[in-house]
């Protein structure tokens, strides 16, 4: 804090006068994010309960009782639309928890260990991200191809887990070295090994670092348009994204209300993901370096 | 490291043959640790890479497997084709335009999240619900309220602000494709910037600020000498992150406008794509994805002598 500047708020106003501004500051922005935030969602919401024939002749507001409904949701047993959608959960966790058990160890091993370029092994792990994913997956479609992982939900993990692992690597090393490395000592001083340190000491002290690495895990995964599209040619196999262009393409007619019903379904996760997981979440993206 | 006798107490286990190596064990260990991503990294980045390298020094037809060799003179046709020197200009345009636009809305929306009082958890939940989604979903929607059909966004722009005729697909539209996609994207990706930003507001502690009020300090004054420097770390490497992703987006675009209307919308991304698909010309796609990537190397490497996001980040850890 300079002498120079005079005491009291910005633009000389008074610090109550200060207060009040920023207040009301505070409340403009919060409508704002409001609207812009929750308005979309708010939209899907308010077409997937009503009736579709109402949707594609006029703009609705809010789905009065006349016109609520929540037929459109049976589009989801649809056994197509499950088919996409159980691919998407199973692809989301099959990606989380591979990326989790890999960069946990792989964090541990930067953060506690010694070995020689461990920095610029970490380096060149963020090099793949310069090259485009519409860059990696069409060689990608020949390599799996011919290793026989084409159309296979374990091909598309092993490809999203490998997309998220540099900044899941990353989140995990920097996040190890906050942990302080006298509470291993500890452990070891009392006998424990190093497994037994890394499983008893280090992993449960990670869990806000786990929980943004899943996150951000299950967000490419449950995002991923490209690879799928490319990864996963077969319809019984692939995974929502690609799946439901195909089937508008198909379908000779998928009413909007149907198309926000199902989208609404595939909000539900991440909004319940967010809410509770949140306070984890911001304490595990508390690294500053990359 | 050691405990103070100088002497590691670090836990050394049961015989293994590795103890003969000429290597430390630690150093075993460690490699043996990573090296899961390693394999991983080397079956999804190494070798399409290099796949991608080599296919870019042929001739190939997409449905066609005759690879004929031409050394670099796909990479001079690249230089050549005329929708190239475009798709970079829009390329840049996209990923600053949206770089940009996503710092500030995502600081902001940081910094108010963080200073609200009631209905945090559920505002907070609903923003980063928005990065959660798939992008297929904020296509979808983003296609609907801009449709000229019953759109809602395409209604409100015609007749509230006369900025587009009321028969006019804005999505479509030369003046318009660009900045949409600008917008639709930043929408969902500005969220990446708040967690982060979020993240690292709520480490500050709550003293620095008491301190601060002490020395008669005004809440500018706290904003530029407490939470600013506490953010510029993280915010040149989500800086840096969100610049290559967008340059590098792809489905979005794919997903809202294809690169349409005429090339309006086709980014570098989104060129490779046609080229490899429509024009069936896999070995000068991926020339074409070699020279994003040198670009995106080139910028990298500016970024880093400019501003050091790693050590930047290293002084305050």
């Known amino acids: 804090m300079s002498q120079s500047e005079p005491p009291g708020g910005i633009f000389g106003l008074s610090y109550d006068g200060e207060t009040r501004a920023f207040e009301a500051l505070k409340l403009v922005s919060t409508a704002i994010i409001v609207l812009v935030g929750a308005w979309p969602i708010y939209w899907m919401t308010q077409l997937a309960f009503t009736e579709y024939e109402t949707v594609e002749d006029a703009v609705t507001v809010f789905p009065t009782p006349e016109i609520f409904t929540v037929s459109n949701f049976t589009v989801l047993t649809d056994p197509e639309m499950y088919t ?78 490998a997309v998220s692992m540099p900044f899941a690597v990353w989140l995990m090393w920097k996040y190890i070295m906050t942990i302080p490395e006298a509470h291993e000592e500890a452990a070891w001083v009392d006998g424990a090994s190093r497994w037994r340190g890394f499983r008893d000491v280090v992993v449960p002290q990670c869990r806000p670092a786990i929980i943004a690495a899943a996150l951000f895990a299950f967000a490419l995964a449950w995002n991923d348009f490209t690879f799928a599209q490319i990864l996963l040619p077969q319809t019984d196999t692939t995974t929502f994204a690609p799946g439901i262009l195909r089937a508008m393409g198909q379908a000779q007619f998928l009413p909007d209300a149907y198309l926000m019903a199902i989208s609404l379904a595939m909000t539900l996760p991440p909004l319940l993901f967010a809410y509770f997981m949140q306070s984890y979440l911001l304490k595990g993206f508390q690294v500053r370096a990359l | ?202 480490a500050i502690p709550d003293r620095f600020y008491e301190a601060a009020k002490v020395c008669g300090a005004n809440r500018w004054q706290m904003f530029r000498d407490i939470t600013l420097p506490r953010l510029m770390g993280i915010v040149l490497v989500v800086v840096l992150l969100r610049s290559i992703f967008m340059f590098n987006k792809f489905d979005i675009i794919w997903q809202l406008t294809q690169g349409g209307p005429g090339n309006a919308t086709t980014t570098l991304p989104v060129l490779a794509y046609k080229t490899v698909y429509t024009d069936q010309a896999y070995g000068l796609a991926n020339a074409i994805s070699v020279v994003m990537f040198l670009f995106l190397l080139a910028s990298a490497i500016v970024y880093f002598k400019l501003f050091n996001p790693s050590e930047e980040v290293e002084t305050t850890t």
């Open chain 2, 1 to 202: 490291m050691a405990s103070e006798t100088g002497e590691s107490i670090r836990p050394r286990g049961t015989y293994i043959p590795w103890d003969e190596l000429p290597v430390e064990r630690e150093t075993v260990v460690g490699v043996g640790t990573v090296l899961p991503v390693v394999v991983l990294y080397t079956l999804i980045a190494v070798f399409p890479i290099a796949f991608a390298f080599w296919a870019s020094l042929h001739d190939i037809h997409t449905l066609n497997p005759e690879w004929e060799w031409v050394g670099f003179a796909n990479y001079a046709e690249v230089l050549n084709i005329s929708t190239f020197w475009g798709s970079l200009w829009r390329g840049i345009v996209y990923m600053v335009g949206s770089t940009l636009l996503q710092l500030a809305v995502g600081l902001w929306m940081a910094l108010v999240l963080n200073r609200i009082t009631r209905g945090q958890k559920l505002l907070t939940a609903v923003v980063f619900t928005a990065y959660l989604i798939p992008t297929i979903i904020v296509s979808l929607v983003a296609l609907r309220v801009f449709d000229p059909l019953g759109g809602v966004f395409q209604m409100m722009g015609a007749e509230w602000f006369g900025l587009w005729s009321s028969q006019t697909a804005p999505l479509g539209s030369r003046d318009w494709a660009m900045r949409l996609l600008i917008l639709i994207g930043s929408w969902k990706f500005a969220v990446f910037v708040t967690i982060f930003t979020l993240a690292q507001l709520r």
């Open chain 1, 84 to 161: 996409y959608m159980f691919n998407t959960v199973v692809v989301a966790i099959g990606t989380i928890v591979t990326v989790v058990i890999v960069s946990l160890v792989a964090g541990y091993g930067l953060a506690r260990l010694d070995f020689p370029q461990k920095e610029n092994f970490a380096r060149i792990l963020l090099i793949g991200y310069l090259f485009s994913p519409i860059v990696i997956g069409i060689p990608l479609y020949q390599i799996w191809r011919s290793i026989g992982l084409l159309g296979t939900r374990i091909g598309l993990i092993i490809a999203l887990s």
